[in-house]
């Protein structure tokens, strides 16, 4: 892993913001970045065309947003698969998650088609979720002979070590579980019972209400507690009688 395994750095020439990626990272010494399209950063570098270093930003879909590690490592090993790195499985998958982003990292040997030479690349993940909910995908990908990525890994380290995204991310990463309907029936059926015991306790107390006892009577006959301005008991009907007052406490 470029960013870190390897702790040498290489010189910083500027900080680098784009409007457009909504992203800052620094740019080593003698590196500059061109915009190829409005979602791919070509960053050039003093190392000559057989370096190739672009930064990228997707936008993730909506409709299946990564809310748990195994989705995360799921996606990553997709990510991974669709690279060329057949051998990565979810459970051998390195990620970090930190606050509102998680952050992962490869490198691996390919041969390019139409091509006999050997490329090692290396790339840098960081997935964003914002406050507005929306999760976002920044891909650093490194591809240079292996000599060479070994020369520049000083002025890799730089970029994708400062890389971060400028929009507002969620205090976490992954969204709170909406409330089922599983437990929310749960929920009324504690309810219900809740208020069946108590409703039940309430009316076999000799002093349902504490001091305000002396507001209710007792139906001699269902045992009912109701209120002094009932003539009669409000389940069975039966008269009041002076005898059935509670009395204050």
Not at 77 to 84: F, P, S, V, W
Not at 101 to 127: C, D, M, V
Not at 157 to 163: D, Y
Request: hydrophobic share 40%; proline share 4%.
């Amino acid at each position: 892993m470029f960013g870190l395994l390897f702790f040498a750095t290489g010189a910083v020439g500027e900080v680098y913001n784009n409007s457009m990626l909504k992203c800052t990272f620094d740019l080593p010494a003698g590196w500059s970045a061109q915009q190829a399209t409005p979602d791919i950063l070509i960053i050039n570098t003093d190392a000559g065309d057989s370096v190739e270093v672009t930064v990228s930003r997707f936008e993730l879909d909506t409709e299946n947003p990564i809310k748990s590690d195994g989705d995360l490592a799921e996606a990553i090993t997709g990510l991974y698969h669709d690279i060329g790195i057949k051998s990565a499985n979810r459970d051998s998958i390195a990620y970090a998650v930190n606050g509102g982003s998680a952050s992962f990292e490869a490198e691996y040997n390919h041969i390019p088609a139409r091509s006999e030479a050997l490329i090692h690349s290396g790339l840098k993940g960081i997935i964003g979720r914002l406050a507005s909910g929306e999760q976002v995908l920044y891909l650093i990908v490194v591809m240079a002979p292996p000599e060479i990525f070994d020369a520049i890994r000083p002025q890799i380290n730089v970029l994708t070590n400062s890389f971060r995204i400028d929009e507002t991310l969620a205090e976490e990463f992954y969204p709170r579980r909406n409330f089922s309907p599983y437990m929310m029936i749960l929920l009324i059926l504690a309810l219900s019972a809740l208020f069946y015991s108590r409703n039940r306790r309430v009316q076999k107390s000799r002093n349902p209400l504490g001091r305000d006892s002396g507001s209710l009577w007792r139906c001699s006959l269902c045992g009912r507690a109701n209120h002094i301005d009932n003539e009669a008991c409000s389940r069975c009907g039966t008269v009041r009688v002076a005898a059935d007052i509670i009395r204050k406490s």
